[in-house]
């Protein structure tokens, strides 16, 4: 098993896939990495859908909206994980609902996880969350926070690949003293 700096020091967002299936025991990991996720007082208001069947994957490919057909790309994946969040069993505390943090902690320990395995992902936002609640049948009061495809990264990288990961800067990060202050605000 990597390290966990060797991980999140070495995950990035893929949107190249093999065609190739996610192993059982993998999967196994993965949804226990997200189980074990802090939460709003341990209220784990998270739910994902796996979404393995190609018609279905296919359609959240092209139906997800007009802001999803950037993700079309979402097609060439054996696995989508649909991160949602239940507000019911969350909480709210300084004006701020938990339910986008209980998920979000519990969906970037997944990724973590599947990326131990070698497997990439790409978190999405970009998505019509009522065309994804349809297509998958969610109820409303459930949120559809993030989605993510999963997979084995292609060694090569489509111009589609390299022009978002260029656009997004996904390589620069900011110098710890423009992020971290001591004791007080600094910046």
Not at 1 to 26: A, C, G, H, K
Not at 94 to 112: E, H, K, T
Request: glycine residues 4%.
């Amino acid at each position: 098993m990597i390290e966990i700096q060797e991980l999140i020091r070495t995950r990035y967002s893929v949107r190249d896939f093999l065609n190739e299936p996610i192993p059982d025991n993998v999967i196994s990991d993965m949804k226990e990495a997200a189980r074990l996720a802090p939460s709003f007082q341990n209220r784990q208001c998270w739910r994902y859908i796996f979404v393995d069947d190609p018609e279905l994957i296919k359609d959240l490919s092209a139906k997800s909206g007009l802001v999803g057909k950037v993700n079309f790309f979402i097609k060439k994946a054996p696995l989508i994980v649909v991160a949602c969040g239940d507000p019911a069993h969350s909480g709210r505390m300084n004006d701020q609902d938990y339910y986008l943090v209980d998920v979000a902690i519990s969906f970037q320990q997944m990724m973590l996880a599947a990326w131990a395995h070698g497997i990439g992902s790409c978190w999405l936002a970009a998505f019509n969350e009522k065309s994804v609640r349809k297509i998958l049948k969610i109820p409303r009061r459930i949120k559809v926070v993030a989605i993510s495809p999963f997979g084995y990264p292609s060694k090569s990288k489509s111009i589609y690949s390299k022009v978002l990961t260029t656009l997004a800067g996904s390589k620069k990060r900011k110098e710890e003293t423009k992020i971290f202050c001591r004791n007080q605000w600094t910046f």
